[in-house]
């Protein structure tokens, strides 16, 4: 910055689908196809005992809440679309493992 | 009643008008309404007149919740007060955020005429005044919009490339408050706005319609007040600016006073900044208002009506029109003395 | 549907199929000749008002059928497939259109009814400046108009070349055209807006149109079948998959199309340098606002009231949809005897519920005439 006027210029909040990656997301189902037909009604993480919202199936990513999970199951209860969240979980840490990165 | 863009016309008066000025625009654009008046008195042969006992409308310190709306409301039933003590029925508004306070209130009063009634009580209070509402109330803009083809036949120059005969490539960008608050009062809707893209169509330009052709220029009054809040308003300004680059646009015209002094200044800032600049070839973007526009178009002299006082040079886009203009003069007063240059404003903090 | 030109979109029309353009002698005519005492009319020749002359004449009732069009069918004749099964639209209209061919039924087509008149026990029915005809009782099934998408200003219909409505591309689908991007290829992304003129006090509309969502959810997988590599995005308010099937097909657009939904309605579109269209929206589910480029934008437009006009006689701008007296129970419209609802005048309605609607309609009013003629047990 050459000139300081005393405020900062801002970056706004929105999402740019156009550079959105999802590379990531495809991978993962491949294996845990079902996980597609999410509609994203919350019911997962609402009865998630660590309570961290450990699964966030707005964007399949790897978060860091994942390592929380205590792979008790609740979750896969009452998915109403019947989707295999276990096995979802432990797909995205494999795949994130294989990113290279350590979980 | 449902309307679509081209449904959205509005009744302009012919002549006989009462103009009142805006605070923003006589101190940035300090040429501006004298040109206005200039051009509807002598080019366009019609009845102006302004009252020297006129006032701000408070729009500022209302929107930053300053004066309470009652004070404003007695303020604008004042001005109401001066056009009939005047004999004057047409309201012509030169600020956009005044033109939609007025709007803002006549629909309160409509709404509510007991409110009416209290306000007309505290301006006999106050000044002993009474009032009539406008038979018609315009912003200037929309009164060039109406006349756009008569200064067209009068035009000296045209808004088009000299060297290239090509159109100039038009930014036009609308105040909020001229048609987001009342769509119908604005001529073409605010989503396809076609008060400001008239006049460049008459006068040979073509406009560029980018993606955030409707977004906010960033003025927000309670964001700019404030030196540590002027970040949000000076990031709106860079997403228009963002957007509108990729068009190469030769200028920008506005009807608002804010949005005008915004996107000018704000370039500047912005170099100042990060080095951005938007326009093509590393230049910064021309910013005129309406009025210097009609002004150019109607062969004025640039120094005569002001554009020296814009924060981006236009001297490239004179160039452009084939306006000829005296590079020495610009900065001299009626005398010819020099009153000072670019160098001397380079220390802004 | 305001008329288009398509000079974008390769066209590939078929010719119209014998039986979609019926005339008086296309089919061998069925049913006895015997003499009728009482005469229907029916106004509207979609599935609402197809079922309910059908109904009528197996019931030995003299059925007068009047149609503004010169063929019958409706808005059926510019459908592709019909949801959730994908059935080809020419196909449920032949199965349709085959119990209209009976000796009982005379086909008016070409006839637009404009008001109808209750006097004495008879129902005038008129034409702009003229009377057309007289029946016992009448049936409306004047159906609806497609909401005009220009009164969104703000997705800009008619201007933007490559924003369209589903009725578009339906007839895009209907004629094997080709939905390509500005550069003549396949394209990269088209997304769907859900409630454009449904659920909207911006334009006076305060119903849910039901049949939009499905028909996004519809029209999307159709996209994902033809190119494969596009993406589809459908911003929605709330997903309504009410009907049998509707659901399943919502699942089956995500998990074996890799159509994404995102809850939010998109505000405001615009082209960008391009020519592409540039939408923003807000992710309701991650509060972020986003943006998006797409090649196509497609408007999920609205069902609009097209009946209380013909009832009332009122203007373009007064017309809603009509109320059956007992709208839970019967068809009949209050203060008008003799007078049924078929269809979707009486409201948005999928094409087997017009069909059941046209024939209730139908039954009512035979049990109506039945009454009135002491015929009653």
């Not at chain 2, 700019?224 to 030769?250: A, F, N, V």
């Not at chain 3, 159509?259 to 991650?286: H, P």
Request: net charge neutral; aromatic share 10%.
């Amino acid at each position: 910055m050459k000139t300081k006027f005393g405020f900062d210029i801002h970056d706004n909040r929105q999402i740019d689908l156009d550079l959105e990656d999802t590379r990531f997301a495809d991978e993962v189902a491949v294996v845990v196809k079902s996980w597609k037909a999410c509609m994203k009604c919350g019911a997962c993480v609402g009865t998630c005992p660590v309570g961290k919202g450990v699964l966030n199936l707005t964007g399949i990513n790897y978060q860091p809440a994942l390592t929380t999970c205590l792979m008790c199951g609740k979750c896969l209860l009452v998915c109403p679309r019947g989707i295999n969240t276990r096995h979802l979980i432990l797909e995205v840490m494999n795949k994130y493992r294989e990113y290279g990165k350590a979980v | 009643m449902i309307h679509y863009w081209r449904d959205y016309q509005k009744e302009i008066a012919e002549d006989e008008f009462f103009y009142v000025r805006s605070c923003i625009r006589q101190n940035f654009f300090p040429g501006a309404e004298n040109l206005f008046i200039d051009i509807l008195r002598n080019k366009l042969g019609k009845k102006v007149f302004e009252d020297a006992d006129h006032t701000t409308c408070t729009g500022i310190g209302y929107h930053s919740d300053i004066v309470p709306i009652e004070t404003t409301m007695t303020v604008i039933a004042r001005q109401f007060a001066l056009m009939k003590e005047r004999g004057y029925r047409n309201l012509v508004i030169s600020c956009v955020t005044s033109f939609g306070l007025y709007s803002e209130i006549l629909d309160l009063w409509k709404h509510d005429p007991a409110l009416k009634t209290k306000i007309e009580g505290y301006l006999s209070e106050a000044t002993g005044r009474s009032f009539d509402e406008p038979a018609n109330m315009v912003h200037a803009s929309d009164i060039l919009y109406k006349f756009r083809y008569e200064i067209a036949e009068q035009a000296v120059n045209r808004l088009v490339n000299n060297e290239t005969g090509l159109p100039l490539r038009v930014v036009d960008h609308i105040g909020c408050h001229y048609a987001k608050t009342f769509p119908e009062r604005g001529i073409g809707g605010s989503e396809f706005p076609q008060v400001l893209t008239g006049l460049i169509k008459a006068w040979g330009g073509e406009t560029v319609d980018y993606p955030e052709r409707r977004h906010c220029c960033g003025f927000g009054f309670r964001q700019y007040i404030l030196q540590s809040s002027r970040g949000y308003s000076i990031s709106h300004s860079r997403t228009k600016l963002e957007s509108m680059m990729p068009y190469e646009p030769d200028l920008i015209v506005a009807n608002c006073p804010g949005c005008a002094m915004f996107l000018d200044r704000w370039q500047y800032t912005l170099e100042e900044t990060d080095g951005s600049v938007y326009g093509p070839g590393r230049t910064k973007i021309p910013v005129v208002t309406h009025e210097e526009l009609a002004g150019l178009v109607l062969g004025y002299d640039p120094w005569e009506i002001g554009l020296q006082t814009h924060q981006v040079p236009v001297e490239g886009l004179l160039d452009k029109i084939g306006i000829r203009y005296d590079p020495e003069k610009k900065y001299a007063d009626r005398q010819g003395k020099l009153i000072g240059d670019t160098v001397a404003v380079t220390a802004i903090v | 549907m305001m008329p288009r030109e398509k000079p974008y979109i390769k066209s590939n029309r078929q010719e119209i199929p014998a039986f979609a353009g019926m005339t008086s002698d296309a089919q061998p005519v069925t049913g006895n000749r015997q003499p009728v005492t009482v005469r229907v009319a029916v106004v509207g020749g979609g599935p609402a008002g197809m079922a309910a002359v059908g109904a009528l004449a197996a019931m030995h009732i003299g059925v007068d059928w009047y149609e503004k069009e010169d063929r019958v069918g409706g808005k059926l004749n510019n459908y592709h497939q019909l949801f959730p099964d994908r059935v080809p639209a020419s196909e449920a209209f032949g199965q349709l259109v085959k119990g209209t061919y009976h000796n009982h039924i005379d086909r008016h087509l070409g006839k637009a009814i404009t008001s109808v008149g209750v006097n004495a026990g008879r129902i005038s029915l008129n034409g702009k400046d003229h009377k057309i005809g007289e029946a016992d009782a009448v049936i409306l099934a004047t159906g609806f108009d497609f909401f005009d998408a220009r009164h969104k200003e703000e997705f800009g219909y008619g201007i933007y070349k490559h924003v369209i409505t589903s009725a578009d591309l339906e007839t895009v689908f209907a004629d094997g055209d080709k939905l390509l991007n500005v550069n003549g290829s396949a394209p990269a992304s088209v997304a769907f807006v859900h409630c454009v003129g449904s659920r909207d006090e911006q334009v006076g509309v305060s119903y849910c149109s039901r049949l939009c969502c499905i028909t996004g959810i519809k029209q999307a997988i159709q996209i994902r079948r033809e190119y494969r590599e596009t993406r589809v995005y459908n911003f929605y308010i709330d997903m309504r998959a009410f009907g049998r099937g509707y659901e399943e097909l919502y699942r089956e657009a995500q998990e074996n199309h890799g159509v994404r939904f995102i809850r939010g309605r998109v505000s405001e579109a615009s082209e960008d340098e391009q020519g592409r269209i540039r939408v923003k929206a807000e992710d309701t589910l991650m509060s972020r606002p986003i943006k998006l480029t797409v090649d196509w934008l497609v408007l999920l437009i609205g069902m609009s009231p097209s009946c209380s006009a013909v009832l009332s006689g009122k203007g373009e701008r007064e017309k809603s949809f009509t109320n059956a007296e007992n709208p839970l129970t019967g068809s009949a419209v209050k203060g008008q005897p003799g007078v049924f609802l078929a269809g979707c005048c009486a409201g948005p309605m999928s094409i087997p519920e017009s069909v059941a609607s046209g024939r209730s309609a139908a039954v009512q009013a035979a049990e109506y005439l039945n009454k009135k003629n002491g015929n009653s047990e």
